[in-house]
């Protein structure tokens, strides 16, 4: 898996998307968020109102940054066959898990890393929200991660089953697109919705088990896909 996870990891920091995922989504978005929302609550707003808006602010942006990741699995075989990678990745001497796992980490650890690079500056640029009571508490956190694992692997789990089916990468983006798109609307509004209306607390006993849930789902059951003589009958 290591030998997988260098090779994506190399791959992925020679692509200017990467750079511009980390730039655009890491710093520039939070700033553009903590002025919006410095700019957009009146001076009459109560506490409760100010965190309402920073907390579903925070949800927006983690996730945001799913875009690339969810192109990124759903065209990684088709990529790898037009680029004529894929015969010599195939006969790597690793397991279809290591294989399969080693390309998941791949996308998932730059996302991750874009995410907690975005939320540290959002924390940064609202600091007069974080002495409200209810504001950034840890329990709102655990939300967040807890949230953001299981949507960040039930994306690329999905942009992976696209990307065993299809081989252009036209047709894989479209597909992509068309799959992601309602995932992350109703990800993003119901757990944006959940936090202004339900507590923390509550919140957290749906995400924890839903996160180990869909990382084991992904871990324990997609690898399957991954067969190394039905990917070379198809591609």
């Known amino acids: 898996m290591g030998t997988i996870l260098k090779r994506e990891l190399s791959g992925l920091g020679m692509q200017r998307a990467m750079a511009a995922l980390m730039v655009v989504f890491g710093i520039l978005l939070p700033i553009a968020a903590s002025w919006y929302l410095g700019s957009s609550v009146s001076d009459d707003a109560t506490a409760a109102e100010q965190v309402y808006m920073w907390r579903v602010v925070a949800v927006v942006m983690c996730f945001m940054p799913s875009f690339l990741p969810a192109a990124l699995s759903a065209t990684n075989l088709a990529g790898e066959f037009e680029m004529r990678t894929l015969v010599p990745l195939l006969a790597t001497p690793v397991s279809n898990r290591s294989l399969f796992t080693g390309k998941m980490l791949s996308i998932l650890l730059p996302a991750f890393a874009v995410v907690l690079l975005?939320?540290?500056?959002?924390?940064?640029?609202?600091?007069?929200?974080q002495g409200l009571p209810g504001g950034a508490s840890w329990t709102f956190y655990a939300v967040l991660l807890t949230s953001s694992i299981a949507y960040y692997f039930l994306v690329v789990s999905i942009g992976f089953i696209i990307a065993v089916k299809v081989r252009e990468i036209r047709n894989s983006q479209q597909y992509g697109a068309l799959c992601m798109m309602p995932v992350m609307l109703g990800s993003m509004g119901g757990l944006g919705y959940s936090v202004v209306k339900f507590s923390m607390?509550?919140?957290?006993?749906?995400?924890l088990p839903a996160g180990l849930l869909?990382?084991?789902?992904?871990?324990?059951?997609?690898?399957?896909?991954w067969n190394r003589s039905r990917l070379a009958e198809r591609f």
């Open 214 to 225: 869909v990382l084991l789902a992904a871990l324990m059951g997609l690898p399957k896909l």
């Open 201 to 207: 607390d509550s919140i957290l006993y749906v995400t």
């Open 118 to 129: 975005s939320q540290a500056v959002f924390y940064i640029g609202t600091y007069e929200v």
